[in-house]
């Protein structure tokens, strides 16, 4: 009777050890050494990257010159610089290591993506899908990481340690560039040698969500558009196809994001919209919206012309006699703003 109250002390203080030690040993728990830290992800968890920084922003750069010959860029410098200056933002407030090029592209596909060495697109779909700001930042902190963190050079890095003589075909720019293609296209890729695994995106996750505290966003901003991404999964397959493809949708990532969340330091106040964000996506709209009925007139000319080609119901492109109006029912009619 006399041992009971010292087997649960003993307990208490095993558990407490615990808890602390999983509190001071949690991965990339530092967050006040934001930008003094390496995040930089270890091959087989031990070894180090082999790629340099100096290689990897090459083999970016050669991707990404790569890429831009097929995407349809948004060139409007209102939308692009805006869409640049927030993702300066979160990159200044990260861990990052290399400078970034954030361009925007003419794509329905709500996604975002970033190739190694901080050569970083996001698709118009993304910008019109997002409710705000800190939803539009928390996914851009999301990828960012995914950079910050080295995933795909060290999933590089596996492969030269398992053949260290051969030179690895990914280096060469081609076959990386035709992945990041598809990834725009929301085709089928491989996403474990774009450095896609369950583990990256939870750490991808977690250091968005910091990034995103630390940029002075609400950090929820991340989770709540993933949560909504979640409820539209079986409404709309086509158009989020490349979303989930290159985000897999999971409980416990919300879960352990909702949990990264608790362990941030309170701030007085986060950034959850602004102004400017309202007036660049309404301006996006009107673009797209011109783009369409232009696209529109375009098809129906070529309908009426009595040409030999005759059309079968059932496969036209995306968008071709879709009207845009019914494809996005959530937006605001441009004439609700003042600017
Ligand atoms: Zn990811």
Request: without cysteine.
């Amino acid at each position: 009777m006399r041992r009971k109250p010292v087997k649960f002390l003993s307990y208490g203080l095993a558990a407490i050890l615990l808890l602390s030690s999983s509190y001071a040993f949690r991965k990339h728990g530092d967050v006040e050494n934001i930008g003094n830290r390496s995040v930089s992800g270890r091959v087989f968890k031990i070894l180090p990257n082999m790629v340099s920084l100096e290689k990897e922003i090459q083999l970016g750069q050669q991707i990404a010159a790569e890429f831009e010959q097929t995407a349809r860029l948004v060139e409007d410098p209102v939308i692009s610089d805006y869409i640049d200056r927030i993702g300066q933002d979160i990159v200044k407030h990260s861990d990052a290591k290399v400078p970034f090029h954030i361009k925007v592209i003419d794509s329905d596909e709500v996604n975002a993506f970033a190739f190694p060495g901080g050569y970083f697109y996001v698709n118009k779909g993304l910008i019109l899908e997002a409710e705000n700001e800190s939803e539009l930042a928390g996914v851009m902190a999301h990828e960012i990481s995914h950079v910050t963190a080295r995933h795909a050079t060290t999933r590089m890095s596996k492969g030269q340690y398992i053949q260290l003589a051969a030179i690895p075909a990914l280096f060469v720019g081609g076959y990386w560039a035709q992945m990041g293609i598809q990834n725009a296209l929301g085709l089928g890729i491989n996403l474990e040698l774009m450095g896609i695994t369950r583990e990256s995106e939870r750490e991808a996750d977690q250091l968005g969500i910091q990034y995103l505290w630390n940029t002075g966003y609400d950090p929820n901003g991340f989770v709540s558009f993933f949560e909504k991404m979640k409820r539209q999964e079986k409404s709309q397959p086509s158009r989020l196809a490349g979303w989930f493809r290159t985000h897999p949708s999971t409980d416990d990532r919300i879960v352990a994001a909702l949990d990264e969340q608790r362990y941030l330091p309170e701030k007085d106040m986060y950034v959850i919209n602004t102004s400017e964000f309202k007036s660049v996506r309404t301006r996006l709209l009107e673009i797209d919206n011109a783009q369409k009925a232009e696209q529109d007139e375009i098809n129906s000319l070529e309908q009426k012309r009595p040409t030999l080609k005759r059309r079968t119901d059932g496969d036209d492109g995306d968008g071709t006699e879709t009207d845009p109006e019914k494809r996005r029912p959530t937006l605001k009619r441009p004439t609700d703003e003042p600017e």
